[in-house]
């Protein structure tokens, strides 16, 4: 009975979304280009390195940075290490599940992790410490504690303002070892990549769908932009396909939005 | 006095963890609690959740049900199955802790299980799953008692039937003293843990486990000075429940411990 | 043609990836595709098969139903459930790739997925399970676009219902200059890569990946230039399933890049 | 049919157990504090540094210790390594399965090792080589062999007998490196702890109780004493609870019980 | 008798492992076997179980079923299912090993459990499963072959119909000269192994593995002296199985090799 | 109705089988001890070290070589690595299955490994660079791609014509280091093991089982011999026995046929 009303209030609703969307508007009465409230608060952890909590919506992501000295990789001795991993917690939604991680939260990590590493935001050239024998790596992990659409933006963001206001000990070689002294500096920061996630609903893209959007969204597109405007990650999603308009439409989108989003986040790093 | 620092000394602790005045290094007595910050009804989507901050701990807990148990070969015919799990994020502790499940996390997760399920009322809920998560953001003495406590809450804010709250506590050995509470750097240097979960109004304990080396004596100090303590910790939970239901908004309870 | 090799060195490549008269270090002009092979029905056990060979990959795509639906938990009442595994071969890379599937793949496999659907007319099918294997034998850049281009013929020369073959190519960017269809030098020592997969008869794009920074007018024009790459490649779709259906024995198509 | 028998069968000798205790007796005719039966082999695997096979009614354990060396923990660079690892066989019960260590295998291995390593059982200190290069590494690993109720005790029973009658090689120092020599001297063991454990059926607390008193029980407790009765380890199993009254007594009874068995074992482990 | 000695040192054994009058490392000539000892029924839970001591072997075997299959979709619906898992004890061995099976282990489960299969009369099971545990707690050269020769008594003493025993006993090389029943030494500096299975009353081979360089001569020779010893092993097989339902209490069959 | 059909052709056609072997003829026609057309093709995968592409009647195999320098096992200082990995694709066969490698996935690895290994096909002592330090590491990955019955012959027969064509740096030691010169040399094969496996259909032996075959036989055996037409390697198969006489009868034949395709196998290798 109460799965029978639920599916009849869920088919009212859908209609009732791709009506408004024919209008221009939105069931949470945003525009189509707007995102939801942003919130970033950061030092959440003070045990990390670096950490933020961001809520876009209702959608919540925290990210904590773990810095260490590692060896790098063969094939780029004279560059540090960066990895972005993600977990979708069983907690964050009543679809998530224990285990080991799903494909969604892999692209997830994936498509998050090419949105930092692609712009360029942080130097690995300066995360080298004796070229082939020790760098600095950078862990970041993210913790999504509860789903209400779009993932990949919300952890972007988290990642993004743990890493602008994460601190690690400066290093310095002494006989051709690395010691760490007490200085505390900054991760070598050199631009804000932000990724802007669009659904398609009908035949309307719309910024940063919520969950209800998402159930009824048949594509999805994310686009990254870097502080001169420049698309450095893109990511089209779920089962369906897109218009080679449409791509250009949401590119142009990204940057727009990205832009104000952008100012927020340094805003709140500083 | 002059005892309790030898007995630090004598367990070859580096740093003198209580000094000549019974002062530990925190600054709190020998039976003082850490601060301690309750939130109940934190969560959107979770059915309950509640957060909580005891020292330099961060624990989230959520619960999902009652619901279908899946994979059905799982179902008890007469009463709720009750999971949990507890979890450390990678970046709770000091070095990076890989996000796989460890040993020590799927006993924790055993027996905080073992001292919730006595307080559910699992006979309401025949046929059906109820998920406990509790995940530890960061990560200081205490994380299993301090899950256990917002776990409970989490479980009443989901409205779920229970027969008492579940409240813990983990008291311990500086040396030969009995202290309360111990942080991080007590429960590495110090001689020993001993967690402990109570229902405080049925006067029953559903969680014991015991580290370190304790004489009959103090034994038995220690584990009636953590009862005494979860009973302390059992206020802070009514307050937070109260506010969660009679407050309006979600709101923080904050009891800072008063002298002794 | 200058600021294509200044290009090149901004970007700290180690060898000018194009020279002075834009030629690529395998002769290619920016907008040439690598030799691509194709033949249909090729394996005996599979419902239906192709290979590629686009410049040094050395891919084998096989598909296997519409079949039943292990486990049933998985079944879809009104359409069929398309599983593919996008899996590299050990000895596929220069260093022994190991056998257990990566994230990389996981994730891979996941798009190629999400960009064959949406061309099979699943409705026709309820039920059942569509299995698409898509083997690298040998990697070169563009693995993925290669994979889905072959994944189709796959699934047409399995007889499955489609609306349209899929086709994908990749394009990316050697300092500031748009070039299409990347090797594996390019794409580890350029600038940016973008595998895009279209329907070509339905205009439609069912797969965008992009790495790199693109200003908006390389993207627009890297992006335009992997869809018309793309349709010169479904040309050879066609041809090599005309072959296969017309021309009796499983045959190479074998095109080769004329002058633009 | 003949399910519905043994259950009639179980229902019975429930009744029978529970009416019984009331009157201070057990099915098997022990006392309330009563273990069974504890029968300790050593040696019993040559090609390990050392091994006991324990019974404890039927309830069967085999342990073996393997000692290498290794490199020491960073937290503890002057420290040797002890891991106790326990495999509950398929062989054991018609309930136990092959595969991956069971929630039940794993909480047995780790209340084993806390029993050992918290009782300083054996002393860590003198298992360091060169602090923070080499150290004594100690394996335990136990087979369960045959469930007949209180793996916690028979497994500790086991570990305990095994690392008492363990020989390692002499290592010295020279030119900072480890050398093993061919003389074989003992583990350093400090102490002897005796893990007791105690089921509540009904009201009635009994000591080491069997499959079928724990198929009937509510509540496990283990506690771990050392030589001079200090309690060095606890753990309260079964999702139930323990009056605080309970748990004082049970530290007595397992103090008083425990020093019967350190002398059995100590006496077959001389 | 030069020539074996030539042949051991031709294949590079550091040590000699069989002498200048042909006698071997532990005392034994060419075709003798290590001391055997069987006892049948020793585990109490098991339906049934042999331990079996042959060299430095100490294997348990122990067997439970006819019971219900699970999971339901391994169901045969004709005859048993019969499970076989070989395991070692991380203590087993020399260095420690993992105690999670290793490829080896899982394919000796395979080789021992094909031995077993036709020995069962698994027609009068239909639907049920048979599990066959075999742990190897110390391990010598011919595990497999110990672990069969116990399985198989393990099986009868749980009183499943069988149409044979089967008895294991593993041949090899020492330079150019066959030996029985190899141990652990001469197993790894030996010149190869051969593992033999067989069914004797039927005269059938259940297992057979080969190890080493053997001429057809030497290769039949070896093969047929490990079926003449496995037929010497099959007397005490019977013996312990005489004791363990006519001698009352389980007792050790312990025969030792006889001069040939 | 189908699978009716199919069951009622295929029932039909094993007893076709069983009635043509009584006359010592084959469905396909072969003789009893005659192998199904065997193509080879080296050098198909150039990133590989070596390589071959095998085909069995439609049975296809193809292996790949890759080497590069590891650190020896503790118990042979002196000697290279040697690796022998097998696949069974999903695309392979409707029952082959993704996932972690089955049984017979692990199976077929380990017997073609023993055939390798065991014939000393590779001299691993010219593989040693600095005893006990560094040595040449060689790794044979197989991927089952057809599944036409007999996967040992065919797999085998991938990993000797890989390895026989397979061409690795030569490596000078240079003040203690190993260096890796430009100059390619062969792997250091010293005989061509050839496996042959024959199966029991009825009571009558068959060279290289096809699918059909296999569906039909109750036992299998692979036997592999050397140059000299030594036997060095053998595995039988199937939940069943085979006679003494078979046996003996099984290693003429493994010899015989061997003798002809290792000749194959060596013009296709040159």
Known sequence: MSMMKNYVVETIRKAQ???LLANGKR???????QPRELKIETGVIPKANGSARVTLGNTEVIAGVKIATGIPFPDTPDKGILMVNAEILPMSSPYAEAGPPSEDAIELARVTDRGIRESEMVDMGKLSL????????????CNVMNVDGNLF?????????ALRTAKMKKYVIKDDKVEATDELIPVPVETTPVSVTIARIGD???????????????????ITTDDNGNICASQKGEASTITPEQVLQAADVSIKVGKAIRAQIIEATK | MKKLWEGAQLAGSKRKLIDENGIRLDGRKWNELRPIKLQVGVMKNADGSAYIEWGKNKIMAAVYGPKEVHPKHQ????RALLRCRYHMAPFSVDERKNPAPSRREIEISKVIREALVPAVVVEDYPRTAIEVWVEVLQSDGGSRVAGITAASLALADA???????????SCGLIGEQVVSDLDDTEDKEGNGDMPVAIMPNLGQVGLLQVDGVYTRENFQKAFELAIEKGKEIYLMQREALTRRFFGGEAQTTEVEEGAE
Do not use: H
């Open chain 2, 75 to 78: 179902v008890l015919p007469d």
């Open chain 1, 17 to 19: 979304m791709v009506q």
């Open chain 2, 159 to 169: 409205g779920i039937n229970m027969r008492d709250l579940v409240v813990g506590c």
């Open chain 1, 204 to 222: 309307r893209l719309v910024v940063d769908p919520n969950a209800e959007e998402e159930a009824s969204m048949d594509m999805r597109i994310t």
């Open chain 1, 153 to 161: 933006d919300a952890t972007s963001y988290a990642v993004v303002s």
């Open chain 1, 130 to 141: 004796i070229p082939g024998k020790t760098v600095i790596a950078v862990f970041v992990d």
């Open chain 1, 27 to 33: 069931l949470d009465e945003r525009a189509l280009d």
